[in-house]
């Protein structure tokens, strides 16, 4: 069976093994962000869906088979399941209890201000290369390509187009993995035990 001819809903459940595979793993990996450096578990997180992504742009093609899909699919789910988890806790892990709500604030407006700009930028250029490879699927050839089916002429541009947006987000989680290897140690694994959360009297030696 191959990509080409499934319904929206068979497409759609193409993302199901990453789904469940990130349910499956969040516990242990939460349990593991605890006693590990972050670094370790959200890097390997992270070139997971660098791997993932490339991988999906090398092999998207109307007529590839659909188990070729899901191995990069399958390690995107281990990818969430170890990347998500150690940021956010890096977000406000070591910082003093009068500065937590701060740090999670400005973590999830940056979180989704990254994840709007990425969107845009993966539309923009999936548009570009379907201006390119097909400019009657873009908008500029007749009415009759602007809804319903897609024309099977207009397939490989398209599957062309998707699969050389996925390299923009792969190229800026580069980027984003140099980023968590610089990761400090959290403070319980710096002096050898869990204790409570340093405060601003303790982190001045107070």
């Known amino acids: 069976m191959c990509l080409d001819g499934l319904s929206p809903t068979q497409a759609a459940l193409l993302l199901a093994p990453m789904t469940v ?11 593991l962000t605890d006693r590990t450096h972050l670094r370790y578990v959200a890097g390997t997180g992270l070139l997971c869906i660098i791997v993932a992504l ?12 659909i188990w070729q899909l899901l191995l990069p699919i399958a390690l995107l789910g281990v990818a969430n ?27 999830n407006t940056s979180r ?3 994840g ?24 500029g050839g007749s009415p009759e390509t602007g809804s319903g ?7 490989a541009a398209y599957s062309t187009a998707m699969s050389q947006s996925l390299l923009v987000p792969a190229a800026v989680l580069v980027v984003g993995l140099a980023a968590v290897l610089c ?4 403070t319980h694994l710096r002096t050898g035990q869990r204790g409570p959360r340093p405060t601003n009297d303790t982190l001045a030696g107070r």
């Open 21 to 31: 595979i990130n349910v499956l793993l969040a516990p242990p990996v939460g349990r």
């Open 54 to 65: 490339v991988r999906l742009a090398a092999v998207l093609d109307p007529d590839v088979p």
């Open 81 to 107: 399941s170890m990347m998500w988890a150690p940021i956010s806790s890096t977000a406000t892990r070591n910082l003093p209890m009068t500065h937590a709500g701060a740090g999670s604030g400005i973590y």
């Open 112 to 114: 989704q201000i990254g």
């Open 116 to 139: 709007l700009l990425g969107s845009a930028a993966i539309t923009a250029v999936m548009q570009t290369r379907l201006a390119a490879l097909a400019p009657a699927a873009s908008g």
């Open 149 to 155: 089916p897609l024309p099977p002429a207009l397939h």
């Open 183 to 186: 990761f400090a140690a959290p």
